[in-house]
């Protein structure tokens, strides 16, 4: 138990749905990201949320929107999917700090979406 | 700019022998380093993390990391596998304004 925790653990969904990912931390960071991480494919960073403002976007593409309410939570709202997004998404916290040594990322379980 | 190469895809041990997973990583300045490890359909674990102290870093269950950096290379050791050590490892820097740069995993396959 990281104290990072991810909403729904399994996902089905139609390339027609409207769907959330839910993600909130018990630890009192700062920053959360979202990642996906693809069958043989590097983990990739989608979005930064630092003080519940969004600092990266790595060219996601509209489809994926992200919101951060507050500092403990976290979504990644889905609209009309394409089966290669099919992955397991990754959510993570940190402290957000630029303080060295204290800045490691904590990962919630994931969530296995499946896009048919 | 950060950067890191984990150098082998795939790692296959016996169980009870040393493993080495290599790591080498680019950075413009002393960065933290950190070795995660992920089990089948599970989030990543955070292994253990170099933040400029020590340059040999002790983490869990038996893993430990030195930092060369002459070698700008950051490798994870285990003196002996164990079956539940089989999993996918990935070597981390810390960039900038809260970024993480990830590398491309080793998976390590501990047999009997």
């Known amino acids: 138990e990281t104290g990072v925790t991810q909403t729904p653990r399994h996902l089905v969904m139609g390339m027609t749905n409207k769907k959330s990912l839910k993600c909130e931390q018990h630890l009192g960071h700062n920053a959360m990201y979202w990642y996906k991480q693809s069958a043989k494919k590097p983990l990739e960073l989608m979005f930064v949320?630092?003080?519940?403002?969004?600092?990266e976007n790595n060219s996601v593409p509209s489809r994926f929107s992200p919101e951060c309410p507050n500092s403990s939570h976290l979504f990644l709202h889905l609209h009309t999917l394409q089966p290669e997004d099919s992955a397991l998404y990754l959510c993570?916290?940190?402290?957000?700090?630029?303080?060295?040594?204290?800045?490691?990322?904590?990962f919630g379980p994931g969530t296995r979406l499946t896009v048919t | 700019a950060q950067s890191v190469t984990q150098l082998d895809s795939h790692v296959s041990v016996s169980e009870g022998t040393p493993v080495l997973l290599r790591c080498n990583y680019s950075?413009?300045?002393?960065?933290?380093l950190f070795w995660y490890v992920q089990h089948p359909n599970k989030g990543l674990q955070l292994l253990l993390k170099y933040t400029s102290a020590a340059t040999l870093v002790k983490g869990i269950n038996g893993f430990e990391a030195e930092l060369n950096t002459s070698e700008t290379s950051f490798h994870l050791t285990k003196p002996s596998a164990h079956m539940s050590d089989a999993a996918e490892y990935f070597c981390?820097?810390?960039?900038?304004?809260?970024?993480?740069?990830f590398g491309s995993g080793t998976k390590l396959n501990v047999k009997p």
């Open positions: 981390v820097v810390e960039g900038n304004f809260n970024k993480f740069y």
């Open positions: 950075s413009s300045y002393s960065p933290s």
């Open positions: 993570a916290s940190s402290q957000g700090t630029s303080a060295r040594g204290r800045n490691e990322q904590y």
């Open positions: 949320y630092s003080l519940e403002e969004r600092v």
